[in-house]
T-cell receptor, first 116, second 114 residues
């Protein structure tokens, strides 16, 4: 099945700095890559996603890039703010012909702390 | 739009006891998922329903876990008997369809097995 590796496990930045979280996946048939933000004790919430026919997507301070050849994708947060502090999870959804068709596999999570 | 609802929010039981969780997906969402999230890890899919049929339950420990989705709407997840390692947050999610749509998560049920 799909395997998703996420790095780093913890990330500490100063307010205003950028933060980058990277994920790799194993199933070349995977075709959808969402990022979720989970605050302490709360539900995971989708913050941005990208499909395999696109290389980059931006939404205000958040961007995601995808390199299908290398099978990795990254989350970029610019001008970080203390309220960005949370756990971030990447995920990959299997595509047709793969071993994890339609199934979301999550990374282990990154604890992001933004210091004022 | 109302989100995914789950109950209870917290549950403490002793090992070997039984427990059940309930999920009400977003109205009109055909696909429903149950995930287990152990502290410090990402959610792990336990079972996926399409309407009232099971699509994937390959990671469900079927000797102790069971789930159903009668009438293709609400779902229940049961653990019987519970083990210490079942302590986790159980998240329910739903999506319009399985393959192309975003999954929306409920608030989760935090289970502690003593």
């Amino acid at each position: 099945g799909e395997n998703v590796e996420q790095h780093p496990s913890t990330l500490s930045v100063q307010e205003g700095d950028s933060a980058v979280i990277k994920c790799t996946y194993s199933d070349s048939a995977s075709n959808y890559f969402p990022w979720y933000k989970q605050e302490l004790g709360k539900r995971p919430q989708l913050i941005i996603d990208i499909r395999s026919n696109v290389g980059e997507k931006k939404d205000q301070r958040i961007a995601v890039t995808l390199n299908k050849t290398a099978k990795h994708f990254s989350l970029h947060i610019t001008e970080t703010q203390p309220e960005d502090s949370a756990v971030y999870f990447c995920a990959a959804r299997g595509g047709a012909g793969g071993t994890s068709y339609g199934k979301l596999t999550f990374g282990q999570g990154t604890i992001l702390t933004v210091h004022p | 739009e109302a989100g995914v609802a789950q109950s209870p929010r917290y549950k403490i039981i002793e090992k070997r006891q039984s427990v059940a969780f309930w999920c009400n997906p977003i109205s009109g969402h055909a696909t429903l998922y149950w995930y287990q999230q152990i502290l410090g890890q990402g959610p792990k899919l336990l079972i996926q329903f399409q309407n009232n049929g099971v699509v994937d339950d390959s990671q469900l420990p079927k000797d102790r876990f069971s789930a159903e989705r009668l009438k293709g709407v609400d779902s229940t997840l049961k653990i019987q008997p519970a083990k210490l390692e079942d302590s986790a947050v159980y998240l329910c999610a739903s999506s319009l369809t399985a393959v192309r749509e975003t999954q929306y998560f409920g608030p989760g049920t935090r289970l502690l097995v003593l």
